[in-house]
DNA sequence: CCTACCGATCGGTAGG
DNA sequence: CCTACCGATCGGTAGG
């Protein structure tokens, strides 16, 4: 279907290139890392909202506002773009990660004291939540709700991404533990917390909902105990 | 779509069945439902495995020993095989949450007792982890990953059963909130134990970790608080 | 339930 | 990045 009009098929001389025209933007050709963007934010959308599967490489084309061809432009094949908005989406959410522990930190220590493991736990559930419903939140249920689909090779690199994103929990979950105030296995409880967060992106709805504030105090009262 | 073939159309004297041939299996045609099954499980495991965008009907055939135009026998289309593993799936967790709890009741009445909301809770999330990790465990898991690729009208049927598959949990929480065992407004704290339940089919391996008991008494103490 | 098929779509590529 | 295209696969069906 869709045979495309060839208008501009024979004797067509190369449209010569005079190299002094527009100095910005001279081909559309290496300006990308734009479109290259475009096309991560678009697959992002469309991966989440329908599945990697049901998505054709040509709905992202449309949506990047692109022809057919043109994604494997910028990725060798559709797998590799998957790959790229789950490395894209946890790389992001590192980042968020360390600027919202490193201002938490600021904060307590220009207050004259340190964070508490219960204030850090905090940080971190409150920062999660962004991750996962805040703005250009599809990257993330993306990369946990499709990675059957990576290769091996692929989804050994985003695990690594993963794992450094968990380890910066295991020390406050651990102190947690040894003050009393999360009961069991820190290392269950981890696989428990990160279900419960994770499964926000299932039924959140930011119009009829809480606040993510509202939802981060309702984590810390249902996980950890009270110490005194 | 899907224009049915009107055998018994115009005068077509019913194909008369002479009820003496061969007793059982007659014309291989009516005793499926065996066959049926056999499409059912097949289907869940590879949508589990590969998702349902990834799984072709061709595969699913295959799997169940037949040729790749059989499975349009027993379903309309991709989609109504979809929905059937779910409803399945949902039907045979409205069983088991059922039975679990009637044995439960029956035996703390044999004792003279009454089921407390802190017993009710440790069995229902039991039975819950039996349907997400037990014997038969791949049409949950679909229903929880792939229920994207639903019609809106196959969706809802589906909701009708989840929801009374969580209405179930619902005087459990309020109980356990009025008692001071659980903190916070019960319906998030049904939310964060469903996600935190659900999880554990990303990760739980019956051949490296904790048995079912385990991981049921480790919720139990994660989400409930002591009672004095 | 099988055989034999069809139309559509899809991932991907050559060449510019 | 577009044009023009290809081979493969896929969901689904007619007819028995």
Redesign the interface.
């Known amino acids: 279907m869709s045979i495309e009009t060839d208008v501009s098929k024979p004797s067509q001389a190369e449209p010569v290139r005079r190299a002094r025209g527009r100095p910005r933007k001279a081909v559309h050709e290496r300006d990308d890392g734009n479109r290259r963007q475009e096309l991560l934010r678009a697959a992002a959308r469309l991966f989440r909202?329908?599945?990697?599967?049901?998505t054709s490489t040509r709905d992202i084309a449309t949506a990047a506002g692109m022809r057919s061809g043109s994604p494997f432009y910028h990725f060798e094949n559709k797998e590799a773009l998957l790959a790229a908005v789950m490395q894209e989406g946890m790389k992001s959410a590192l980042q968020r990660q360390a600027s919202a522990m490193d201002t938490a930190v600021a904060q307590a220590a220009a207050c004259g004291h340190t964070l508490s493991a219960r204030e850090c736990f905090r940080v971190l559930v409150r920062s999660h939540f962004e991750v996962l419903l805040g703005p250009d939140s599809d990257f993330i249920p993306v990369m946990l709700?499709?990675w059957?689909?990576l290769s091996a090779a692929q989804r050994s690199e985003v695990n690594r991404l993963k794992d450094s994103y968990e380890a910066v929990w295991v020390p406050v979950l651990k102190a947690l533990h040894a003050s009393g105030e999360?009961?069991?296995?820190p290392a269950?409880?981890r696989?428990?917390?990160?279900?419960?967060?994770?499964?926000?992106v299932?039924?959140y709805d930011p119009a009829r909902q809480?606040t993510l504030d509202d939802?981060t105090a309702?984590?810390v009262?249902?996980?950890l105990?009270r110490l005194e």
Not at 49 to 54: E, I, P, T
Not at 182 to 185: A, P, S
Request: without cysteine.
């Open positions: 909202q329908q599945g990697f599967g049901a709700y499709e059957r689909s999360l009961h069991g296995d269950l409880a696989m428990m917390l990160f279900g419960a967060l994770n499964w926000s299932q039924w809480a939802l309702s984590v009262h249902l996980f105990k």
